[in-house]
């Protein structure tokens, strides 16, 4: 059985996935579709809001889920830090496929760093 736990970070997982492409994905759109490079920053940015729509979907309901006054596990700061991790984890999995980005060590270094904090936030 699941928990609001692991709803949560299943949809802050699924919500990242549309915010990067919400954020990033349009730079590569540039690179592969003639009709989106000719579009004004204005249309890029409604495009982006239409995606970023679906992470709101998905965000609200895990932070609702997640947080410790609304019946899930997690506090505030937890949820934060969570989210953070995901985030990162998300964009460089993003980077490495759509931009061909090598991961380095100062890259797993940061990783350490958030490993970390996740660490001590939960520490009691």
């Known amino acids: 059985m699941l928990t609001n736990g692991i709803y949560s970070i299943v949809l802050l997982i699924f919500s990242n996935i549309f915010m990067t492409f919400a954020w990033y994905g349009h730079l590569k759109m540039r690179e592969e579709f003639s009709w989106f490079a000719a579009l004004p920053l204005i249309g890029v940015v409604a495009f982006s809001?239409?995606?970023?729509?679906?992470?709101?979907?998905?965000?609200?309901?895990?932070?609702?889920?997640?947080?410790?006054?609304?019946?899930?596990?997690?506090?505030?700061?937890?949820?934060?830090?969570?989210?953070?991790?995901?985030?990162?984890?998300?964009?460089?999995?993003?980077?490495?496929?759509?931009?061909?980005?090598?991961?380095?060590?100062?890259?797993?270094?940061?990783?350490?760093?958030l490993i970390l904090a996740v660490y001590f936030v939960f520490r009691k």
């Open 49 to 113: 809001w239409a995606i970023a729509f679906f992470e709101y979907c998905l965000q609200v309901p895990a932070n609702r889920l997640g947080f410790r006054d609304s019946g899930g596990p997690f506090d505030i700061m937890q949820l934060k830090v969570i989210q953070e991790v995901i985030t990162l984890a998300v964009f460089t999995v993003f980077s490495m496929i759509a931009f061909k980005m090598e991961l380095r060590w100062n890259h797993l270094a940061a990783f350490v760093c």
